[in-house]
């Protein structure tokens, strides 16, 4: 975890971050990584504002273990979890270029399927 100012502005409060590693399929240390973080956010820091949850754009599946750690989260803060998180899409370009590819894509990779794409698998 690091805590500095936001924006690196002194007048503005502090914030701190927690970044995990990415999920994948290494299911021993993907455990130890979550059991590290619940006892950061236990013992540690104790308040959580907002979460990120960061996916490459261009992924349109969500993992196993990703599924694993949400539900984590979800039985650690209940579902107002939701209230408090921000879905990242990452290497999200908006030049002409990156908007035809995504949308020559099947599915087409908007902001509305994957809004449709998170709301069917959380619910699976």
């Known amino acids: 975890a690091d805590t500095g100012y ?3 502005d002194r007048d503005k409060g502090r914030v701190t971050v927690i970044d995990t590693p990415g999920f994948g399929n290494k299911l021993v ?3 130890d ?3 590290k973080l619940v006892t950061t956010l236990k013992e ?3 308040y959580v ?3 990120v949850i960061a996916f490459k754009q261009n992924d349109n599946r969500m993992t196993d273990s990703l599924r694993s ?3 984590l989260f979800e039985k650690m803060f209940g579902h107002k979890f939701w209230d ?3 879905l990242e899409a990452t290497h999200w370009n ?3 270029q990156a908007n035809r590819v995504r949308q020559d894509k099947i599915p087409k990779l908007t902001e509305e399927f994957w809004t449709r794409e998170w709301n069917r698998k959380l619910r699976e």
């Open 6 to 8: 936001w924006l690196g």
């Open 29 to 31: 240390e993907e455990e």
């Open 33 to 35: 990584t979550i059991e």
């Open 44 to 46: 540690e820091i104790k």
């Open 49 to 51: 504002d907002v979460f």
């Open 69 to 71: 750690m949400i539900s």
């Open 84 to 86: 408090n998180v921000i």
């Open 94 to 96: 908006h030049g002409n």
